[in-house]
């Protein structure tokens, strides 16, 4: 690399870091909790609100889990995360899949009953993040009311931050989120090549 090639890359980089820095110095702190959203038909939508849990334990904070529509399943999240019941609070609600129950009425009490929880859990101020598990799939099936949802979200306390998964999530809580990342499918091994789900990777 020639003398004038390396001054320009270092130019560009020395003002890229200025940009950055200006940007952060700037950022505020809105002193509240934040709402998420993980969308989209890509994996890692409810993995990822793990990794978050993950770190916001690592910082001593109280963490709560209200998972909607997957009803019994045993997964490797819930076995490892019941091993700090002082720290995670985990509710399941639901009967198991909605293509497994069929059964409209009792598909709408369950998601009902979790957000009754999950609206408790965000008023009290005890949880500094509540993950809210593919209540995406619960509204898409209007076993939800995304006004409902909208006013618990904003009669959260301040303190909790939520985290609210699963595939077509609503435009008015996308438009209401303050993050929304959506997970897009490049390849996936039940899709691609029929591979069935793997303990430890998909559960
Ligand atoms: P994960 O829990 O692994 O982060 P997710 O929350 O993004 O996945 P869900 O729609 O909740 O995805 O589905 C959960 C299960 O379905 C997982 O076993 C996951 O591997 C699988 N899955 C996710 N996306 C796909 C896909 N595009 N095709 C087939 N199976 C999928
Ligand atoms: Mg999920």
């Known amino acids: 690399m020639s003398n004038a090639q390396n001054q320009s890359h270092k130019e560009k980089m020395q003002s890229l870091q200025a940009e950055q820095k200006r940007k952060a110095s700037e950022a505020v702190d809105p002193e509240r909790g934040l709402v998420l959203v993980h969308t989209g038909n890509g994996k890692g939508k409810s993995s990822s609100a793990f990794g978050v849990i993950a770190r916001a334990l690592g910082w001593g904070h109280k963490v709560g889990v209200v998972q909607f529509i997957k009803g019994k399943w045993v997964t490797g999240e819930r076995k490892f995360f019941e091993k700090f019941p002082t720290d995670v609070?985990?509710?399941?609600?639901?009967?198991?899949f909605t293509w497994n129950t069929q059964n409209l009425e009792q598909d709408k009490l369950a998601a009902e009953a979790a957000f009754t929880k999950a609206t408790q859990m965000m008023q009290t101020g005890e949880f500094d993040l509540l993950v809210l598990d593919e209540i995406n799939i619960a509204l898409r099936y209007d076993y939800l009311d995304i006004k409902t949802v909208i006013e618990g979200l904003?009669?959260?306390?301040?303190?909790?931050?939520?985290?609210?998964?699963?595939?077509?999530?609503?435009?008015?809580?996308?438009?209401?989120?303050?993050?929304?990342?959506?997970?897009?499918?490049?390849?996936?091994?039940?899709?691609?090549?029929?591979?069935?789900?793997?303990?430890?990777i998909d559960f």
Do not use: C
């Open 89 to 96: 609070t985990w509710h399941t609600m639901g009967d198991g």
């Open 154 to 200: 904003n009669s959260r306390d301040e303190r909790t931050s939520v985290i609210l998964t699963g595939r077509d999530a609503k435009a008015e809580l996308t438009d209401y989120a303050d993050l929304v990342t959506e997970m897009v499918e490049v390849k996936h091994p039940f899709s691609h090549a029929g591979i069935k789900a793997q303990q430890g």
